[in-house]
């Protein structure tokens, strides 16, 4: 990838948000990765689960579980990588559309993310001026299928759905702006001005 320096490295963790003893495992991750003499330049947190959930159909139990997962997850992956983060580097969050339109089959989920939405300038104004904080507002990037591609690319300004190297491109654009913080990127295809 150009931009990139020939020592570059990219390392992937991966945590469970149901695993018991998540931060210490965290913590041993990445005390492994400084002790290997990894620098960590950067970071994006992925996490999610896009459970179904009618107003009516909620319960404790499954709102909790759907917040750990997409609030409360994201929000200990950065509190443990913040003080790991070389200066200057950018912690990127990756949010959904939700936060801008919510699903209404799916309110809890989207009640967590934009709970995660509230991070970003957040956690920009705690970390600044050492780390920069970007979050991405995620549209339709890899549908379930052709018949469900057609239907939201036919709901977008663009008259497409997203691939994986459209999202590439603006991490790697938040990556590389030492002046952007604190911000969230949309990557819907216009999707939140089309007509319903």
């Known amino acids: 990838m ?6 570059a490295r990219i390392q992937t963790l991966e945590w469970s948000a149901e695993d018991p003893n998540l931060v210490s495992r965290m913590m041993a991750d990445l005390d492994t990765l400084e002790a290997a003499d990894w620098v960590i330049s950067g970071a994006i947190l992925v996490a999610g689960t896009f459970p179904e959930a009618p107003f009516g159909s909620w319960t404790a139990e499954g709102l909790e579980a759907t917040w750990r997962t997409n609030l409360g997850f994201p929000l200990l992956c950065a509190q443990a990588l913040a003080p790991r983060l070389q200066p200057g580097s950018c912690l990127q969050i990756l949010l959904d559309t939700a936060i801008h339109r919510p699903w209404l089959r799916r309110l809890p989920y989207s009640a967590a993310k934009a709970g995660l939405a509230s ?4 956690l920009a104004r705690q970390l600044a001026p050492d780390l920069r904080v970007v979050g991405h507002a995620l549209g339709a990037i890899l549908p379930a299928g052709d018949a469900e591609a057609a239907y939201l690319a036919d709901r977008t300004l663009l008259q497409r759905t997203g691939d994986p190297a459209d999202l590439c491109r603006a ?3 938040a990556a590389e702006s030492p002046f952007l913080t604190g911000e969230i990127l949309t990557l819907d295809g216009g ?3 089309a007509a319903p």
């Not at 150009?2 to 020592?7: M, N, V």
């Not at 991070?119 to 957040?122: D, K």
């Open 171 to 173: 991490v790697r654009y």
């Open 191 to 193: 999707r939140r001005w």
């Open 2 to 7: 150009e931009g990139l320096s020939k020592t």
């Open 119 to 122: 991070l970003v300038p957040g």
